[in-house]
């Protein structure tokens, strides 16, 4: 069974940072993309950022020279290094990773989110 647990969100003044970590764990055959998303109140979950097998990236234009997205195969970790934050970046931030489990088909999984609140 695959888990996705993330880590490192948290409460900061505008203009802080923050580093977001999210760990996959399991029988894990492969990894391919992964990514972070995030939620304001509301429906819709956009897109911040992703990073592909051949490490490119593609970053939402809300966050292009803020964030940086980087990944870790070994730990079968993504990051999200985020700079300059603004209140508007407050939201809950999930990460998504496409993996393929030991005998099971590739898939993509969601981690439990982690709270990111920016204050003025």
């Known amino acids: 069974q695959v888990q996705l647990v993330e880590s490192g969100g948290g409460l900061v003044q505008a203009g802080g940072s923050l580093r977001l970590s999210c760990q996959a764990s399991?029988?894990?055959?492969?990894?391919?993309?992964m990514g972070w998303y995030r939620q304001a109140p509301g429906p819709q979950r956009e897109l911040v950022a992703v990073i592909n097998s051949d490490i490119t990236t593609n970053y939402a234009d809300s966050v292009k020279g803020r964030f940086t997205i980087s990944r870790d195969n070994a730990k079968n970790t993504v990051y999200l290094q985020m700079n300059s934050l603004k209140p508007e970046d407050t939201a809950v931030y999930y990460c998504?990773?496409?993996?393929?489990?030991?005998?099971?088909?590739?898939?993509?999984?969601w981690g439990q989110g982690t709270q990111v609140t920016v204050s003025s």
């Open positions: 998504n990773v496409r993996l393929r489990p030991l005998g099971l088909p590739a898939a993509n999984y």
């Open positions: 399991g029988s894990i055959f492969s990894s391919s993309a």
